[in-house]
């Protein structure tokens, strides 16, 4: 237990560090900015610390990211995810494959890429309350379905709904596959 403390104490020092600095801030400023004394952040810094959920939350909210972001492992600037090591899920027998392609996790964001073969249909899964997708026809036809009403999407048509409400896709042709990329944004707290 305690060398996962130490473990999440380096890695809140050096995402801390990392993002003050991004966003050209001293220590000072950063500390009033989060309305935490300077020390309390010098000590967060130094990898030494075991901050308090209060000021970890007010830190988090200084920087505009999650507090999971300011405790997880430092990620590469880089990544090159090779097409074999995306995630897929398939659904109704491989009629519908869906690459998830946030190989982190964005809170609040979900990016998916849905191949759909021709006449596949499946549900969505309604969101949280006042959730927005974007979802753009990258080839063929999609047909969405949205709180009882279809829109008809042909390549390069962007459709902006709910995520909220009750919605469905399906691939209306019966000799060619579609596919589609789906963006999911979730409201932020508080709004």
């Given amino acids: ?18 993002l003050r600095k991004r966003q050209g801030l001293s220590q000072l400023q950063m500390a009033e900015k989060a309305g935490i004394p300077r020390s309390t952040l010098t000590y967060i810094e130094s990898g030494e610390s075991n901050p308090s959920l209060a000021n970890l939350s007010k830190v988090a909210a200084a920087f505009n990211v999650s507090v999971e972001e300011l405790i997880s492992k430092p990620r590469s600037n880089v990544q090159h995810i090779k097409a074999t090591d995306i995630p897929l899920q398939s659904k109704s027998g ?5 690459a998830k392609l946030l190989p982190d996790p964005i809170p609040g964001m979900e990016i998916d890429r849905m191949t759909l073969q021709p006449g596949a ?7 949280i309350s006042r959730t927005k997708e974007y979802l753009y026809c990258a080839e063929g036809t999609l047909r969405v379905y949205v709180n009882k009403t279809s829109y008809d999407l042909e390549s390069g048509d962007l459709l902006s709904f709910p995520g909220d409400e009750p919605h469905a896709y399906q691939n209306p042709s019966s000799r060619k596959k579609s596919i589609g990329f789906s963006v999911v944004v979730f409201a932020p707290s508080g709004l």
Avoid: C, W, Y
Wanted: net charge positive; glycine share 4%; charged share 20%.
């Fill in 121 to 127: 249909r499946f549900k969505g899964t309604p969101h």
């Fill in 1 to 18: 237990m305690v060398n996962m403390i130490e473990t999440l104490s380096k890695q809140l020092a050096k995402n801390v560090l990392n």
């Fill in 94 to 98: 491989d009629q519908i494959i869906i």
